[in-house]
């Protein structure tokens, strides 16, 4: 590692397999676990809009001011969890699932600036997306409502949306997701732990 006085430094780091847990989730519409011929041109084209949302490079070093949690509450989904929907075998969670009331305020968990907004994904609902400078990005899926329009500047702590059950969400949570352009990373690796019911994600 280099830093920028130029002076050098190297870390040698243990990489440990990690354990993963099984979810089930049963319940959900058909729809949302199988969807038909018809709906896959749409999640086509919204998984391209993602793409594209995430791979914007912005020379900003907005994520140096570190990262809080965008919500306070219960953590009913970790990061890499296998996902067994209406008992057929799904992709790994890749995000963090946050249980709260429907329309607890979600604020923006580091400074950036909005890349996407959009009203409703077939999977994800109201889906917003943060930059946070050179690749890395945080999504915020099944929102109620989205506060920001695209373009905006948000400091860490904004009002960003309010927590919801749109798309595939069998319930009011927060599913938060992290990436280094197409490379996912577990948001809790960031924020840390969660604080306390009834504390301010600061």
Do not use: C
């Amino acid at each position: 590692m280099v830093w920028p006085d130029g002076r050098r430094e190297t870390r040698r780091l243990t990489i440990a397999q990690r354990r993963y847990d099984v979810q089930r989730i049963d319940g959900l519409p058909e729809r949302m676990v199988t969807p038909d011929a018809a709906a896959l041109p749409r999640i086509r084209a919204e998984a391209e809009l993602v793409a594209r949302a995430r791979d914007v490079e912005t020379a900003e070093t907005w994520f140096r001011g570190g990262f809080v949690w965008p919500v306070v509450g219960r953590i009913s989904g970790v990061y890499g969890s296998q996902r067994i929907l209406n008992g057929e075998p799904r992709q790994p969670h890749y995000g963090v699932d946050i249980v709260a009331p429907r329309g607890t305020t979600v604020q923006a968990p580091a400074d950036g600036r909005v890349v996407l907004a959009h009203p409703g994904m077939y999977f994800t609902g109201k889906t917003l997306i943060l930059d946070h400078g050179y690749g890395l990005t945080s999504a915020f899926l099944h929102l109620d409502e989205i506060l920001v329009g695209e373009g905006a500047l948000v400091r860490r702590g904004t009002p960003i949306g309010r927590l919801g059950a749109t798309g595939r969400a069998s319930g009011p949570h927060l599913d938060w997701r992290m990436n280094l352009f197409e490379v996912r990373i577990d948001p809790a690796l960031l924020a840390g732990p969660m604080p306390e019911p009834g504390a301010a994600a600061r």
